[in-house]
């Protein structure tokens, strides 16, 4: 079933390629009239966020309850290393439960990993995060930019998310839309995975 309400979280010294890689395709399916039911927020950990380069954003919201988006979507960064130990942040990840669908792209998975989304799968992300995740998960996997795992999604380094979107995009709403919203990126290096 399609998400209606899809979370991205977002925290200090995120790639922000990382979020808006995905976040873009994603956004479209409303703006696009491919399904005009779907929303999306912007969940941070903190009130201001600042990312590993400098650039501030603003989220809607800060550590708003999970429980009511069907899609959460954690982005990665340098950030990610810090929030493996970080207990809020950890169970607050935890509270999304164990039905709806997660996805991460590059060192996100660290986080998916850290509150046990990933025990019993398969999970990719950034060829330098690859010996923290291998604890985390059953295989890491190298040789492919996504990797699907039913209920959990990851992603590898900073471009795949925009190989991510755009699968969510085919895997939610069908061929078709991914067509519609790649040709509206003019983005071309998107393949079916």
């Known amino acids: 079933m399609a998400p209606k309400r899809i979370a991205f979280l977002v925290f200090p010294r995120l790639t922000l390629l990382d979020f808006v890689g995905a976040y873009d395709a994603l956004r479209r399916i409303a703006s696009m009239s491919i399904d005009p039911t779907v929303t999306h927020r912007i969940i941070g950990t903190d009130a201001d966020i600042v990312d590993e380069s400098g650039l501030s954003i603003k989220p809607d919201s800060v550590y708003e309850d999970l429980k009511a988006f069907d899609l959460l979507y954690v982005a990665g ?18 509270s999304s439960g164990d039905e709806r669908p997660l ?52 992603a590898g380094g900073v471009s795949s998310s925009l190989d991510l979107g755009l699968y969510f995009v085919e895997k939610f709403w069908g061929v078709d839309a991914r067509i519609k919203v790649a040709a509206q990126m003019e983005y071309r290096g998107y393949s079916p995975i």
Do not use: F, Q
């Open 77 to 94: 960064g340098l950030g990610t290393v810090a929030l493996m130990d970080n207990r809020r942040a950890v169970d607050y990840l935890m």
């Open 103 to 154: 996805a991460s792209v590059c060192s996100g998975a660290l986080l998916l990993g850290r509150a046990g989304y990933l025990r019993d799968k398969r999970a990719t992300t950034h060829l330098l995060a690859v010996e923290l995740l291998r604890p985390l998960c059953r295989e890491v996997v190298t040789d492919r930019r996504i990797v699907d795992e039913g209920r959990v999604v990851t």
